[in-house]
């Protein structure tokens, strides 16, 4: 069985899903030299939001961490759409945005919901520089949006 980023994502339970398509004008990843730049993904299963509003008043923190975990996973789908995870040499920065209610100041608990992902996916080469922000507001009213860059081979 292959260590590849494929094989760790059946191990934890999980499967890529489709490409989110861009709610507005953009593309999902774009690549320049040797780096994969991820626009903005939101916490979307089928077509969906998984949850709207925000942390620290209506979602819990607990729930935010598990759709930023759905958010990396969508970032994973758009690189692995433009040039294959096993390309992947490098998770270099990843910015986590909260939708954070008044008084909450758990955005780097929230957002580890992503980085503990790429972690579990790619190893060593998973681990990143960060930036963990909270915001008034994110589109659609998502509670949660990362977006990610990668050094590929």
Known sequence: MSNGPHAK????????PEVVPPVASYVPAVQSGQHVYVSGQLPMADGKLLATGKVGN???????????QRCGL????AIDSLVGLENVVKVVKLTGFVASAPGFTGQPGVINGASDLFGAVFGEAGRHARSAVGVAELPLDAPVEVEVIVEVS
């Open 74 to 77: 969508n970032a994973l789908a």
């Open 9 to 16: 994502l059946a191990e934890l339970g999980l499967t890529l």
């Open 58 to 68: 209506g979602v819990s923190a607990e729930q935010a961490k598990d759709l930023a």
